[in-house]
């Protein structure tokens, strides 16, 4: 899989989990003491995040790591 492929589908992914609980962008940006336009890079695939960043992200959505990166 190519590094774009795999960024938007981790995107999408982090769409899924979110939605699932019924929150915005701006409720997960809170929830894991981030910005909504870095949220918003993340979903559509426009930023190649760490892995301390999508921890910090799985946590603010109340997930595991690896259900955050399983697709």
């Not at 590094?3 to 929830?31: N, P, T």
């Amino acid at each position: 899989m190519e590094k774009d492929a795999f960024l938007k589908k981790l995107g999408k992914q982090i769409i899924k989990v979110r939605e699932q609980k019924g929150w915005s962008q701006s409720d997960l940006a809170r929830s894991c003491f981030k910005d909504r336009q870095s949220i918003e890079r993340l979903e559509n695939g426009k930023i190649n995040p760490s892995a301390f960043y999508l921890y910090e992200v799985s946590q603010g959505l109340e997930v595991s790591f690896k259900e955050l990166i399983s697709f």
